[in-house]
Nanobody
Framework: VQLQASGGGLVQAGGSLRLSCAAS????????MGWFRQAPGKEREFVAT????????YYADSVKGRFTISRDNAKNTVYLQMNSLKPEDTAVYYC????????????????????WGQGTLVTVSS
């Protein structure tokens, strides 16, 4: 699986962005999808995850209520809608895919994912 993330950019605090992650191949539906981020000098941290079916989602406390993860299995794409952005959301955002045999699983750890996109930079100015 190859992942291509896009949609990052510069936005003012309080603004919105939508990230997209397009996956190659015909097995997209076999993968739990996740978004992570990494700020300069910090470790990569979990942001959000969505199950194969799209029914189950889970968010980091820092983004809960502001970010929404979704997926379109027909388009092999996962999205991250980011609203009410804050300067502390500034980071490189990575999408990731983790194989799962269950439609309902979600993954919250880096080690659970098998494939990673190249990252897209989100900068939030104050």
């Amino acid at each position: 699986v190859q992942l291509q993330a896009s949609g990052g950019g510069l936005v003012q605090a309080g603004g919105s962005l939508r990230l997209s992650c397009a996956a190659s191949g015909r097995t997209f539906i076999s993968y739990v999808m996740g978004w992570f981020r990494q700020a300069p000098g910090k470790e990569r941290e979990f942001v959000a995850t969505i199950s194969r079916s799209g029914v189950n989602t889970y968010y980091a406390d820092s983004v809960k209520g502001r970010f929404t993860i979704s997926r379109d299995n027909a388009k092999n794409t996962v999205y991250l809608q980011m609203n009410s952005l804050k300067p502390e959301d500034t980071a490189v955002y990575y999408c990731a895919a983790g194989y799962s045999g269950s439609y309902g699983n979600i993954f919250r750890t880096v080690g659970s994912y098998d494939y990673w996109g190249q990252g897209t930079l989100v900068t939030v100015s104050s």
